[in-house]
């Protein structure tokens, strides 16, 4: 845990990357409004028998010749996700150190299943990374790859339905030092939505850079977002709780031998293509 300045001071952050860095004019198409025709509700239907499935993957120990180094600390935020989206209502199905061909085998089966009596999906993704990339335990993988998947023309039975990928690891090699501030699927009338329509994206950082892992807490990110799936799931819709993990993630501040790696910060980034409300139901 922080302590009161929120610098972790034992053990040591560690990052979820590979290795540290420095040791015109056509015509426009015509268009018209159907906001007149589509009455859907603002919120997504929350009323199927299941909540739905969440996969973990949770990949700790890597081959030598990829580089990578042991993730410490992923298990304690491995064993906070399952605790939480259990108490969220979802099926969690947990997968150790998957090989880059076994995680897209869990997935496509998954994208497979007949989803018709849930009401979401949620994908965990815990191992080192780079932008556009995660790693299973023998190399990297496209995350785009992964996530299509569920689009709309391939998932059918998750059409219309919120699919939600939360991913802990890095996306680059960029340090944030911080800077001082000043205190102060229901029917349709509409035939058709976009094939990448009702996903969310919550990466534990923002493009480019490192993500930091506590080498016993367990991620920032992870931990926080855990926490405040607790707190506010019966009370905010899921982008108000996500804001608030930003807030209590850009609390933390590193704690290194390294001077290059001390006092340094990090702040979630959320990419949203939800088109409504995401409620939990309670």
Same mark, same amino acid.
């Given at each position: 845990m922080a302590d009161k300045n929120h610098v972790l001071k034992s053990p040591q952050s560690v990052i979820d990357a590979?290795?540290?860095s420095?040791?015109?004019g056509k015509s426009i198409p015509f268009s018209k409004s159907v906001d007149s025709v589509i009455q859907a509700d603002e919120s997504y239907r929350m009323d199927c028998p299941e909540m739905g499935i969440c996969i973990l993957v949770n990949n700790k120990h890597f081959l030598p010749d990829t580089g990578m180094a042991l993730?410490?600390?992923?298990?304690?935020?491995? #064993?906070?996700v399952?605790?939480?989206f259990r108490t969220l209502g979802y099926n969690v199905k947990t997968y150790n150190d998957l090989s880059c061909k076994q995680i897209i085998e869990v997935l496509q089966n998954i994208a497979k299943d007949d989803h018709r009596k849930r009401n979401?999906?949620?994908?965990?993704l815990l191992s080192h990374g780079e932008d556009g990339l995660i790693y299973g335990t023998d190399g990297p993988l496209e995350l785009k790859m992964l996530t299509s998947l569920f689009r709309g023309d391939r998932c059918k039975t998750l059409r219309g339905k919120p699919k939600l990928f939360f991913i802990q690891a890095c996306r680059g090699t960029d340090l944030d030092s911080g800077i001082e501030t000043d205190s102060g699927s229901d029917e349709r009338m509409c035939q058709k939505i976009p094939v990448? #329509?009702?996903?969310l994206y919550a990466y534990s950082t923002a493009p480019g850079y490192y993500s930091w892992r506590n080498s016993l807490d367990g991620s920032w990110f992870i931990q926080s977002l855990c926490v405040m799936l607790k707190q506010y799931a019966k009370k905010l819709e899921l982008m108000q709780i996500l804001t608030r993990?930003?807030?209590k993630v850009s609390e933390f501040s590193s704690y290194s031998n390294r001077p290059d790696f001390h006092g340094k910060k990090q702040i979630p980034c959320i990419?949203?293509?939800l088109t409504k409300d995401f409620y939990f139901p309670f």
């Open positions: 590979k290795t540290l420095g040791s015109e993730r410490s600390g992923t298990d304690a935020d491995a #064993a906070l399952l605790d939480t979401s999906f949620v994908c965990v990448e #329509a009702d996903f993990v930003n807030r990419v949203s293509m």
